[in-house]
C-alpha cells in the first residue's frame, strides 16, 4: 500500500540553526501539506502546496519557513533559523484532491520529531 | 473561519465496552467533510474514518461509527467493542469545501482513550 515517508524520524539541532524536514508524498498525489503538534497539543495546519507554489499558509507559517517541491518526489519544509518553540513533531500528508468531491482522504506520513537545544 | 471542540480530555473505558467520543464543529461551509483520526503514543496519525456534509447515512468502518447529527453540528465517533489496542489520542478533524480552502484539515484537541482490561 502506497504510503507517505519522512526523513529524519528525529532531528535534534541548536537554536538559531537552519533544519530541512523531508517528505517523499504518495507518487499520484498532487496537494501536499505540512502541519505541526506540539507535545500534548493539537495538530495544526502550516501550509498547502499545489502546482509548485503555496496555496494556503497559516499565521504560524512565517517568513522563517518555506516550501519547495525540488525534484518532483520530494516536498520540503525548511525552518531558516529555529526557535525553542518549533520544537514539535511535524507531519507531511498528501491528497489526491484538496476537496469538492465525496471522499478524499490525507494520507499522513509518520512525522519528523524536531528537538530545538 | 473553521471550528473543532472536543470537550473530553480523557475518556475510559472496560475493554468490550462502547464508547463515544464528542465533537462538536463550526463552519459557513455548506460542503465539508469530517475526520477521525487516532495517535498511538507511537505518534503517527491513523486515519479512520469519514463523514460527508451530504452523506445521508452515518459512516461506518469496522468497530467505528460516526454519528453524524447536522443540525447540531456534532460529529461523534463510536467505538464498539472496545480492544486494549484503542488506548490512543484520538482527533476529530474538519476539512472545508473550494473556495481557497486547499483542503486543510483544521483539528480539535484531541480525547485520550484509556481502555480498562
Known amino acids: 500500500e502506497p504510503e507517505v515517508t519522512q526523513t529524519p524520524s528525529h532531528q535534534v539541532t541548536q537554536m538559531g540553526q537552519e533544519v530541512i524536514l523531508r517528505c517523499v508524498p504518495i507518487s499520484n498525489h498532487l496537494y501536499f501539506y505540512w502541519y505541526r503538534q506540539i507535545l500534548g497539543q493539537k495538530v495544526e495546519f502550516l501550509v498547502s502546496?499545489?502546482?509548485?507554489?503555496?496555496?494556503?499558509k497559516s499565521e504560524i507559517f512565517d517568513d522563517q519557513f518555506s516550501v519547495e517541491r525540488p525534484d518532483g518526489s520530494n516536498f520540503t519544509l525548511k525552518i531558516r533559523s529555529t526557535k525553542l518553540e518549533d520544537s514539535a513533531m511535524y507531519f507531511c500528508?498528501?491528497?489526491?484532491?484538496?476537496?469538492?468531491?465525496?471522499?478524499?482522504?490525507?494520507?499522513f506520513g509518520p512525522g519528523t520529531r524536531l528537538t530545538v537545544l | 473561519a473553521q471550528k473543532i471542540t472536543q470537550t473530553q480530555p480523557g475518556m475510559f473505558v472496560q475493554e468490550k465496552e462502547a464508547v463515544t467520543l464528542d465533537c462538536t464543529y463550526d463552519t459557513s461551509d455548506q460542503s465539508y467533510g469530517l475526520f477521525w483520526y487516532k495517535q498511538p503514543s507511537s505518534g503517527e496519525m491513523i486515519f479512520l474514518i469519514y463523514q460527508g456534509s451530504y452523506d445521508e447515512q452515518n459512516a461506518t468502518e469496522g468497530r467505528y461509527s460516526l454519528n453524524f447529527q447536522k443540525a447540531r453540528k456534532s460529529a461523534n465517533l463510536v467505538i464498539s467493542a472496545s480492544q486494549l489496542g484503542d488506548s490512543a489520542m484520538y482527533f476529530c478533524a474538519m476539512r472545508g469545501a473550494g473556495g481557497t480552502s486547499y483542503g486543510k484539515l483544521t483539528f480539535g484537541q484531541g480525547t485520550i482513550l484509556t481502555v480498562h482490561p
Open positions: 502546496f499545489y502546482n509548485n507554489e503555496i496555496s494556503e
Open positions: 500528508a498528501s491528497s489526491e484532491r484538496p476537496s469538492g468531491s465525496s471522499y478524499n482522504e490525507q494520507f
